[in-house]
C-alpha cells in the first residue's frame, strides 16, 4: 500500500511540474479523493521505512494528527478483527 501512497505522489509531482499541469492535478487529485486516503496514511505512518516521509506531510493536513491517526487504528482494527476494543 504504501508504494500506492508513493506512486501518487511521484505522478502529482511530475504532473504538477508539466506545462499543462491544471487538468493533470485535477486527475490526480480526483483519483485520490476516491481512495481510501485513511487506510493509504496508516501504511505510511506504520511503515518504518517511510517513516520520515510521513513526518514531512504530518503537519500538511488534519487526516495526520495522532488523534485522528488513533481513531483510524481503532476502526480498520475493528473492521478487519471484528473485535470491539471498548
Known amino acids: 500500500m ?7 505522489g511521484a505522478i502529482f509531482l511530475a504532473f ?3 506545462p ?6 485535477r486527475c490526480i487529485e480526483n483519483r485520490w479523493h476516491d ?3 485513511t487506510l493509504f496514511i496508516l501504511a505510511l505512518f506504520l511503515h518504518p521505512r517511510h517513516r ?5 506531510i504530518a503537519d500538511e493536513t488534519p487526516l ?4 485522528q491517526l488513533c481513531k483510524f487504528i481503532i476502526f480498520y482494527y475493528t473492521r478487519f478483527i471484528d ?4
Open 64 to 67: 495526520t494528527s495522532l488523534g
Open 35 to 37: 481512495c481510501r486516503q
Open 2 to 8: 504504501v508504494d500506492v501512497v508513493m506512486n501518487y
Open 16 to 18: 504538477y511540474n508539466h
Open 20 to 25: 499543462e499541469n491544471v487538468l493533470l492535478v
Open 52 to 56: 520520515s516521509t510521513f513526518k514531512k
Open 83 to 86: 473485535v470491539d476494543i471498548g
